[in-house]
């Protein structure tokens, strides 16, 4: 019996890519907010998986396919964004592009700009540095993110910039800059403040703001800034989507 031979990185098997329908190929097209030769920039929606994960539907990942070359080659996330939370996000449409990517996350050369909505108010201070050691631990079969000790074992070293664009005494919308890119380290980091964000059952955050439900992690990736592997500086940006506007607007929350 012959071996089957090896794929490269990101090649699809014959027919995989006829598997995604015109409908989710018309969808992820209509996710696109910036493309060229080297990368994709994406919308992703609340409720669409990054990659993997145990629900039984294609992930964004996925979809990526609907770009695949004739080669194959299909575009590769660079990095990711949890399930609940929405906005930018991006793919390299080549292994160099993707090396490229890589190494300027790692040298902190891209720039993340999140939006939350955190309760009940305003951080103290309005502005300033969170710097948290956080470290990963199991429940079952879930895994949480915690504060810890800077000098226990399994500590990661983790910082984000936050400032208070408005407030009211029951809810803020903050703008975060991630400097480093742990699991869950926005949403710990507010919530090791007394400001979690709402939406977010997992860390403390508010299900209902204002007799207004909160129907999932009001968490949005606003914009991204990279050096693009074609040269230059590319800044993507995504609206804000329609559920958070529409909380923001019953909160009296204006940007």
């Known amino acids: 019996m012959k071996n089957s031979p090896r794929r490269r990185p990101w090649t699809l098997d014959p027919g995989e890519g006829r598997s995604l329908s015109a409908q989710e190929i018309e969808f992820v097209n209509s996710l696109v907010l910036f493309r060229d030769d ?21 992930t964004l990942d996925d979809l990526m396919a609907a770009f695949a070359k004739k080669s194959g080659v299909k575009p590769r996330l660079v990095h990711r964004l949890d399930r609940a939370t929405s906005g930018v996000i991006l793919a390299a449409r080549s292994q160099p592009a993707a090396a490229f990517l890589g190494k300027a996350l790692m040298q902190r050369r891209v720039k993340k700009t999140y939006l939350a909505i955190v309760a009940p108010g305003a951080p103290a201070p309005p502005a300033g540095l969170i710097e948290a050691p956080l470290r990963r631990e ?5 895994a949480y993110v915690r504060v810890s000790a ?4 399994e500590a990661q070293t983790a910082s984000t910039r ?17 400097m480093t890119g742990r699991m869950h380290q926005l949403r710990v980091h507010l919530a090791s403040i007394g400001r979690p964000i709402a939406g977010d059952p997992r860390y403390g955050g508010a299900l209902v703001l204002g007799g207004a439900p909160a129907s999932r992690l009001m968490l949005h990736a606003a914009s991204l800034e990279f050096p693009n592997p074609g040269g230059g500086q590319t800044r993507v940006t995504a609206p804000i989507p329609a559920d958070m506007s529409t909380l ?7 940007p």
């Not at 664009?165 to 903050?174: K, S």
């Open 248 to 254: 923001l607007a019953h909160l009296g929350l204006t």
């Open 138 to 142: 199991l429940q079952g079969r879930e």
């Open 150 to 153: 800077a000098d226990h074992a």
């Open 38 to 58: 080297h990368v994709i920039a994406l919308n992703k929606p609340a409720g669409l998986s990054s990659q993997g994960g145990r629900i039984a539907a294609h």
């Open 162 to 178: 936050y400032r208070t664009l408005a407030a009211t005494a029951e809810a803020a919308l903050v703008e975060l800059t991630p």
